[in-house]
């Protein structure tokens, strides 16, 4: 039977305010019983106003009747599925699906050593160098301590035995020796930068670089549901975290590893006895360890998820500060921005506060064995039994232990730091797509882009079809106009065209072949989409326009452009087609940015043209200068046009009018502005006659 014990896999904090808190749970995805149990299991706890669980996403929303706790809310959803997960298993021998039961998760801080082992070499020459390092510290006290014995035993010293017979040979040694070890320490600990700082750098490129060719193979629905704010945390911020903790995070807990090791050497030669007491306090040290590194490590999360949400929210109000300005709601927006970041204050206190008490409870236990070394060791000196050098080394090299346990609070800080960060990356490269690539290869030469969409539905959330069984035939070589509402569905066709999701039933077909059973990089090779977001990339114009052909010459560039009206514009810049725009091309007009993706989707020459609210922030005389250029660019090519403006479809081949999730009516422009229905009403709205939409549905138009 499924454990009922709380659900113990992974659930991360999207958002939190105090009346409301939203998760991503991975084990929803795919499993709408579950999903839909979960919620309803949650709204029936007092206090819980409503629960939304999208099994598409793994998103759960609840909000609450008054403020709530994050952990709390947190416990209450993990006692959710548990129950929930036992009660649909618990009919049944079988054991629950894969998907469904958590991964056993590997230590974050393992996997990073085994991602170093393709720097095995560069990784030994760190480790040796850093426990060599760490052993420098020996020398100072190793120095006072032959210091001292030469200076009170003469002859009998070490040196006196190595043969330095006078006072004045016996100093000269020792200062040769001294210089000697400060140099060799020296350059151990340069060696020791070097070697820490490529391996440092090595590491984080290699992340870095797999952690964002994996999110460039997530579905573009896993990619769009998170704020690029989050992303941009795995990939730049917790990436330099790890760089961070491998360059001056490991360094403490080595020298404090090795100056375990040379104190409990030095004092297993001097006294056994005192050695032996000494071990009797490593059980306190372990158990405090032990003790209070996890809550550390979970409220240093806690305080990490505050501290991004109270980030996005302060970038998104910055990013959007004319529209706060416009509804005079600074007061509002200061009073969230104030919540979180109180939460976020709090929650930071709490980490900080837990660590504040791990190092001097180290120290402390340590530093009762030193007041032992001193009281014994003293006793023994003054018996003859021991000698005042091998008191002074001891007794030294425990104060350097007491030191390096003092920063150890800085490596500490680091790995915590670092075990979030290790996670958060690990959690994206286990995240497998959804959208998985078919084995049929569709050469873009071989496309004919004959397009059909067969008794389809589709919802972003399942339980709410935003198309419902729909039918429609694009065909090949021809104009296709897609007209509706805002929220109809026309831009989720273009996405199931392109594979960016996939219908819950039905299918979607390209000359006859299922789009899921084609190779997903074929597919895509095969068309060509100017979406409503324009997207530009840091560079110069035609960079961006030959995004799609990087080989092709300004002469064909230049073409391209002309036929999407960009190229006078272009021209009258300073640097015509070399100027350079930021990421974005926040420097141009919306019709500019328009006709320049335009202009690259025509030049990438495919089979199949999309064009989503394409000239949506174009003049009337730009459009219409726009369509007679296209008209000539698309001939023979299959074009489908999702519109608004209705003058950009008016002569396509045939147009669709979507309402309720199905197709509504269909025919050609002439056609259905004589059958009186919908999209005559649009039309006469959008040419100026004040009239009302027409409300009642038509016959179809074939």
Known sequence: MFPTRPYDGPVEVLSHLPDRVRWRVHVLIGQPVLASAVAIDLEAHPGIKQVVASPVTGSVLLRSFASIETDAAEQWLRESIARQLSALFSTSSLSPPAALRPPAAEPPLKRLLKMTD??????????????????????????????????????????????????????LGLGGISIGLWLLASGVEYLKERAVAKLANAVRHDLRLAVYEHVQTLDIASVESRDVNDWMAVLDKDVNQIHSFIKTGVDPFLQTATN?????????????????????????????????????????????????????????????????????????????????????????????????????????????????????????????????????????????????????GVGLDQYQKTATALERIYATLDKAPTIVSGPRLLPAAAVAGDVVFDDVVFGYDPARPVLNRLSMHCPAGKTTGIVGASGAGKSTLLKLLMRFWDAQSGTVRIDGVDVRDLNVEHLRTAIALVSQQITLFAGTIRDNIAYGHRDATIEQVMDAARVAEAHDFIEALPGGYDSVIGFGGLTLSGGQRQRIAIARAVLSNRPLLLFDEATSALDHATEAALQRSLEVATAGRTTVIVAHRLSMIRHADVIYVIHNGGIHEHGRHDELIAAGGIYAGMWRVQTGERQALAAQPSARVH
């Open 260 to 408: 375990l090791a040379v104190v409990g050497a030095s004092l297993i030669i001097v006294s056994p006895a005192m050695a032996g007491a000494q071990l009797l306090l490593l059980p306190p040290l372990v158990l405090a360890s032990m003790t209070l590194l996890r809550p550390i490590r979970m409220k240093y999360i806690q305080a990490r998820n505050n501290n991004e949400r109270l980030v996005a929210m302060v970038a998104g109000n910055v990013a959007g500060m004319a529209t706060i300005a416009s509804f005079n709601a600074q007061a509002d927006e200061a009073a969230r921005v104030r919540a979180a970041s109180e939460q976020y204050r709090v929650s930071a206190l709490e980490a900080e506060h837990i660590e504040a008490v791990y190092v001097p409870t180290l120290r402390t236990i340590a530093g009762a064995g030193f007041v032992t070394t001193l009281i014994w060791g003293a006793g023994r000196a003054a018996t003859g039994n021991l000698s005042a050098g091998a008191v002074d080394t001891v007794a030294m090299m425990q104060l350097r232990l007491l030191s390096s346990l003092a920063r150890m």
């Open 118 to 171: 393709r720097h095995r070499g560069l990784r030994s020459r760190a480790i040796a160098l850093l426990l060599a390092n760490g052993l420098e510290d020996a020398v100072p006290p190793m120095l006072v301590g032959l210091a001292a014995d030469t200076a009170t035993m003469g002859s009998a010293s070490l040196l006196g035995r190595l043969g330095l017979t006078s006072l004045t040979s016996r100093l």
